[in-house]
């Protein structure tokens, strides 16, 4: 079954770190875009960061740049995003997701990950 299996995630303190993993089952990355979404209750859902194939570009949201990191691991086929700093306006159920491309971009995502909640206290 192709899928995107993850996990992380969890409840921590404002200020504190999470890291929230997100793994190929039934296929690989290969040259694939890979991204981390956001979406609190009541709000849109956001493009936290993405990153593509090797690595050439990343790109983060305003609201996250400097304390958020993207990463991947081509032979683990997982993609990364380690949350520092974390705020309580981060807390938001996060999904990863797979572009069907390899350029990176916040469009054009065709297989999503179940999501894990991020909560945070103040």
């Known amino acids: 079954q192709v899928q995107l299996v993850q996990s992380g995630g969890g409840s921590v303190q404002a200020g504190g770190d999470l890291t929230l993993s997100c793994a190929a089952n039934g296929w690989t990355f290969g040259n694939k875009c890979m991204a981390w979404f956001r979406q609190a209750p009541g709000k849109e859902r956001e493009g936290v960061a993405f990153i593509s194939f090797s690595r050439i570009s990343t790109s983060y949201a305003d609201s996250v740049k400097g304390r958020f990191t993207i990463s991947r691991n081509e032979t683990k086929d997982t993609v990364y995003l380690q949350l520092n700093s974390l705020k309580t306006e981060d807390a938001a159920m996060y999904h990863c997701?797979?572009?069907?491309?390899?350029?990176?971009?916040?469009?054009?995502?065709?297989?999503w990950g179940k999501g894990t909640l991020v909560t945070i206290s103040s």
């Open positions: 997701a797979k572009n069907h491309g390899e350029y990176g971009s916040f469009d054009g995502m065709d297989l």
